[in-house]
């Protein structure tokens, strides 16, 4: 398998029927439905390859029906386990659309050219995306993921260009009034 995806995580059991409901990463629920097989993050780290009865969307979580789990007691032995895709499972997105672990390792430039650091990784937040980047005095900030700071990204060259508030990747100190 390609690089494994983190997509979701199982939150609870559902119904008597072994179903469960999980909360997805960085995006609706919606696109994941029609999938015939997912991987499940075993307790011991490793995936386990797992074809999916029915799937569907209730109250913006995905259900998910396996089938060799058929009680809530089995169900419930699932909560907490993470469900992976192969990267190649993934929805297409549009052009000017990208999976946000696309951006890890990407350098970070100001809009002037000056580097200002690295992606380590992202975070959901409830408005919007950030962006975990290391700056280049090592110290992490928190850039969020939004057309009037992110102005361009280009996943192929692995290069951000923002432009930041004063303080939030070059240490400076912001001015308060």
Not at 47 to 66: E, M
Request: aromatic content about 6%.
């Amino acid at each position: 398998m390609n690089s494994p995806v983190l997509v979701a995580t199982i939150v609870a059991s559902r119904g008597n029927r072994g179903e469960v409901a999980a909360v997805c990463a960085g995006g609706p629920p919606e696109r994941l439905l029609g999938l015939e097989e997912v991987f499940l993050g075993g307790e011991s780290g490793g995936l386990q390859r797992v074809s999916l009865r029915r799937n569907w969307v209730h109250k913006g979580r995905w259900i998910l029906q396996f089938p060799e789990v058929e009680s809530i007691s089995q169900a419930r032995a699932l909560v907490g386990r993470h469900i992976f895709l192969a990267e190649s499972q993934l929805p297409a997105l549009p052009e000017d659309r990208f999976y946000t672990f696309h951006l890890v390792g990407a350098r970070v430039f100001h809009r002037d050219g000056r580097e200002l650091g690295k992606v380590k990784d992202s975070q959901a937040g409830e408005a919007h995306d950030f962006l975990l980047v290391e700056r280049c005095d090592g110290v992490e900030a928190l850039v969020p993921l939004v057309r009037a700071i992110v102005l361009e990204i280009d996943t192929r060259a692995g290069k951000i260009i923002v432009d930041p508030p004063a303080g939030l990747l070059e240490g400076e100190a912001e001015e308060v009034r």
